[in-house]
């Protein structure tokens, strides 16, 4: 088992920034990859930015440029720098980690973006 706390929502005008913190804590070596995804009301939960244990990124295109993940195994936490904020990235961001074939998610954190 895998446990997920996420950290760093809030409100925040846009072209401002938040960075989001996911710590694990559990089964954490047995974790591939780790990644934050985001839902609103009206959309499915969509992939935001991913990151394997040696460090390979990926990110959705509306996000490329704008978004770093990244990790600190030491610390057993995943980041989501997130700068030049839209409204658009108004959602709730999950964070995620896939061990052993199985998907483990946080709680989820608000973040708003206003115009």
């Known amino acids: 088992q895998v446990q997920l706390v996420e950290s760093g929502g809030g409100l925040v005008q846009a072209g401002g920034s938040l960075r989001l913190s996911c710590a694990a804590s559990g089964s954490i070596f047995t974790i591939n990859t780790m990644g934050w995804y985001r839902q609103t009301p009206e959309k499915q939960r969509d992939l935001v930015a991913v990151?394997?244990?040696?460090?390979?990124?990926n990110y959705a295109d509306s996000v490329k440029g704008r978004f770093t993940i990244s990790r600190d195994n030491a610390k057993n936490t995943v980041y989501l720098q997130m700068n030049s904020l839209k409204p658009e990235d108004t959602a709730v961001y999950y964070c995620?980690?896939?061990?052993?074939?199985?998907?483990?998610w946080g709680q989820g954190t608000q973040v708003t973006v206003s115009s």
């Open positions: 990151i394997s244990g040696g460090g390979t990124t």
């Open positions: 995620n980690a896939f061990s052993r074939g199985f998907n483990f």
